[in-house]
């Protein structure tokens, strides 16, 4: 019996042989950042985790970012989605401290299906390093920094982020008034309002001191009916009576965990008028994140280029408070 070949079969073949045969890709991990047993990551890191394709979904209850000792849950603040890339921002962790990063299998899909796979990652912190240990009180590890394979771009300062807006005191001192009250002294009354960023800040403490000696401390109350949903700051506010003519206003702002993470001192020392008013605001060149979270961070070399930002780091931070971070 013979094959029959029709004209339609061949071109079938034809077409077969010319056409490549794309392989249908399984959702895979590339890449993950820190990488599992990573020493030295800066305490600023985003964790980075890169696929094979484009991630469209995340569930972000089933990440778990934790210490390794104690299993101190740490609070992420964003989980963003760049094309093939996970990020998670978390706020500035501990030094010297060992963390584990955990996502569910089935918490993540991808354009080409969802990942299947639990993902770890255990890593450790750098050594705790500040300006003026680094550039002060102890050289050598300058020195050491820069023998082992490490310049002036590699090495980053991080200037504490600023959470404090502004601070208005308005002070009646005690004093009798004019033709009023037959002469009696009318008591002192303060009022100090403050302003701040709303992220991460949880309490705003005052406290007021004549000298050295207590006078008073108390925490602000968040002023609800001044809030507006869409701005990202809140007032505080506090007042005292029996207040002496001189004094000083220490502000202390706290996160939940009851850091201070911002403080001013403002000393008070008003003129010969009843009524004194003291406005303070802060605007800093050092100390803003930004939009891209890199407006308080600086290599050495680009301090060392610039005499005006070198200078403003120092007057807007204390030195011991600025961090010294290693990227490789």
């Known amino acids: 019996m013979k094959r029959i070949i029709t ?35 800066p305490v ?23 210490t390794v000792l104690g299993s101190t849950i740490i609070n992420f603040q964003e989980v963003k989605l760049q094309g093939d890339k996970l990020i ?11 963390y584990n990063v955990t996502i569910d299998a089935g918490a993540i899909t991808l354009k080409n ?13 750098q050594d705790e390093m500040n300006f003026r240990n680094l550039m002060i009180t102890d050289p050598s590890l300058l020195e050491d920094l820069l023998r082992n394979n490490k310049t002036t771009r590699d090495i980053y300062v991080v200037a504490p982020e600023a ?3 502004e601070v208005n005191i308005v002070h009646k001192k005690k004093a009798s008034v004019e033709n009023v009250s037959n002469g009696e002294l009318i008591e002192a009354l303060t009022n100090i309002d403050i302003i701040t960023k709303k992220k991460d800040v949880k309490t705003v403490n005052v406290t007021v001191k ?18 507006d949903s869409d701005s990202d700051l809140n007032t505080y506010s506090i007042a005292f009576s029996q207040l002496p003519n001189n004094y000083d206003v220490i502000v202390e702002l706290k996160d939940v965990n009851g850091v201070t993470i911002d403080e001013k001192i403002i000393k008070v ?12 605001a802060y605007e800093y060149e050092t100390r803003e994140p930004g939009e891209d979270g890199t407006g308080n961070e600086f290599s050495l070399y680009e301090l060392i280029t610039d005499e005006q930002l070198f200078n403003a780091l120092l007057l807007e931070s204390d030195l011991e408070k600025i961090q010294i971070e290693v990227r490789n």
């Open 7 to 41: 004209i339609a079969t061949i071109v079938s073949l034809l077409l077969l042989s010319i056409i490549p045969v794309t392989a249908a890709t399984t959702p895979a991990l590339d890449t993950k950042y820190p990488a599992n047993s990573m020493d030295d990551v």
């Open 44 to 66: 600023t890191s985003y964790f980075t985790f890169d696929f094979n394709d484009e991630v469209t979904n995340v569930d972000k209850t089933k990440i778990l970012v934790k």
């Open 88 to 98: 998670i921002i978390t706020p500035t962790l501990d030094f010297d401290k060992s």
């Open 113 to 125: 299906g969802t990942y299947n796979t639990p993902i770890s990652t255990t890593f450790t912190t």
């Open 163 to 165: 959470y404090l807006k």
């Open 210 to 227: 004549d000298k050295d000696d207590l006078i008073v401390e108390d925490n602000a109350i968040l002023v609800s009916d001044t809030e």
């Open 269 to 280: 020392v008003p003129d010969s008028a009843l009524f004194s008013n003291i406005e303070e």
